[in-house]
């Protein structure tokens, strides 16, 4: 079942997502104004978790992080102490897989040695051509090598431009499919619009990360969640999981 994971970016958003709660899986807490997956304040997070239904994981991004893995390693921590589980590291400035690899594994260390059910997940960008960071297709490794849960894929560029205009369905369809073979579940992001439902329901994606289409006027920065939205978003979400399982069904 694909899952759905929403990012708001204060407590009063959270508190919006809390109405919202039964049609979302994970509160993710990111700074949106840092960066496609910029790091909030460790007080928002332990907010966001109070504020958030027990049985619903917090999700929190560490940023876009440099190669430096010290550095990152006590961030990570940083974001597990304050109620994050799931702890998402945008491999920003990682020029190679070797170096992405090191700051994972420092990530993976300092989490699971404090919470070992935590859930780590090495983050690249669809748009990775446009920054110099790892490529895409690299990430399922990267993630397997470093011991991470989950690999996922974002774009780094918030320029009005979506996933599938760097990575159309059928090459996300691989990242899925490296993904899943590594035995890592596969995120996919990228102002992701209700349209998109289709295609990543097709591929085989775990779980789906939004802001922007459930935000006011489908802004980001500017608009704020909406209960409305987000029940809309997962109403299609149910539709097409439903129609992708009856054609499977029927081809079988």
Known sequence: MLLLLISPDSVEEALDCVKAAEHLDI???KKPDEG???ANFPWVIREIRDAVPSDKPVSATVGDVPYKPGTVAQAA???AVSGATYIKVGLYGCTTPEQAVDVMRGVVRAVKEYRQDAFVVASGYADAHRIGC???LALPDIARRSGCDAAMLDTAIKDGTRLFDHLPPDVCGEFVRLAH???LLAALAGSVQVGDLGALTRIGTDIVGVRGAVCEGGDRDRGSIQPGLVAAFRAEMDRHGR???AAVAAAS
Do not use: I, K, R
Request: aromatic letters at 0%; hydrophobic letters at 45%; glycine letters at 12%.
């Open 27 to 29: 509160v993710d807490v």
């Open 36 to 38: 496609s997956l910029g």
């Open 77 to 79: 921590l940083g974001a």
């Open 134 to 136: 790892v490529n895409p």
């Open 181 to 183: 073979e590594a035995e």
């Open 243 to 245: 129609e992708h399982a």
